[in-house]
């Protein structure tokens, strides 16, 4: 019998589309030699456009598919993305706060690409309260550690860094995306302020499930093992391959390739 892969678990809400979600994250996780286990924290309804519906799971059925998976497999790294609500924000750091040993990754998905919430005040207090002590890395965009920080929207990105690192999250990737100019920069703070700074040419176009795909690469690169600047900058590499050999299956934004490396 051959020797297991590296093993992620993904709480994360489900994407009919597979851009974002859940979705994105199996197949990222898989694309990069890992293997995928997943809890759904809630169903979406949604397209390419945006998301038209947003249906959390009951927390107890949370923490039944995770307790049940993980008594059974152990796992190198979490990912999570939309838990759903405050209530479930509460239990999947219950789930977390039993292995504590193990790294958390998390992308606190606040809002779709359109602007369509997934997130309300009370689960962005739970986020902070619950998860955020319990997490290694976390990935906002500049939009997201503003909410997170309860900053103004024009606060400096440093100083909302330095707010969530306080609140007990180790390390803060936040990317660049929503600022302004040609150059998407993505910089990663620690409880001492800057660690490193990558910049990225700007893509055209509009993309779905950019954040997924980052927070899952730098999950996987963080179970086989890597440090976290040498996870960050490679998660980064793999993030923007995929975005640039993005396709457009529908009628509305472009979703990354995640086997773009087909060969």
């Not at 919430?117 to 619950?130: C, F, I, K, Y």
């Not at 306080?166 to 001492?192: F, K, M, Q």
């Not at 999950?219 to 900058?233: C, S």
């Amino acid at each position: 019998m051959s020797s297991s892969p590296p093993i992620v678990l993904s709480f994360a809400a489900s994407d009919p589309t597979g851009g974002a979600g859940l979705q994105a994250d199996l197949l990222t996780l898989a694309s990069l030699g890992c293997h995928p286990l997943s809890v759904v924290t809630a169903v979406s309804a949604q397209d390419s456009r945006g998301v038209d519906g947003l249906l959390a799971l009951e927390p107890e059925w949370i923490a039944r598919q995770a307790r049940l998976v993980l008594a059974d497999i152990p796992v190198a790294a979490f990912k999570i993305g939309v838990v759903g609500s405050a209530r479930n924000a509460e239990v999947v750091a219950a789930v977390l706060a039993e292995h504590p040993r193990t790294p958390v990754v998390l992308d606190p998905v606040l809002a779709s690409g359109r602007g369509d919430l997934l997130a309300d005040g009370e689960t962005v207090q739970a986020l902070r309260s619950a998860l955020l002590p319990r997490t290694f890395l976390l990935t906002p965009n500049s939009l997201e550690a503003r909410r997170l920080a309860l900053a103004a929207p024009d606060a400096g990105l440093p100083a909302c860094a330095r707010a969530l690192t306080d609140l007990g999250c180790r390390y803060v990737l936040i990317t660049g995306t929503h600022e302004p100019g040609a150059r998407v920069t993505n910089t990663l703070y620690g409880p001492g302020g800057r660690l490193c700074e990558d910049n990225w040419p700007r893509l055209a176009g509009d993309f779905h499930g950019s954040g997924c795909t980052l927070a899952s690469a730098v999950a996987a690169f963080l179970a086989r093992g890597q440090a976290i600047e040498d996870a960050v900058r490679q998660a980064q590499t793999y993030t923007w391959k995929t975005l640039e050999a993005g396709f457009r299956p529908g009628h509305g934004q472009l979703l990354p390739d995640r086997f773009f490396d087909r060969s």
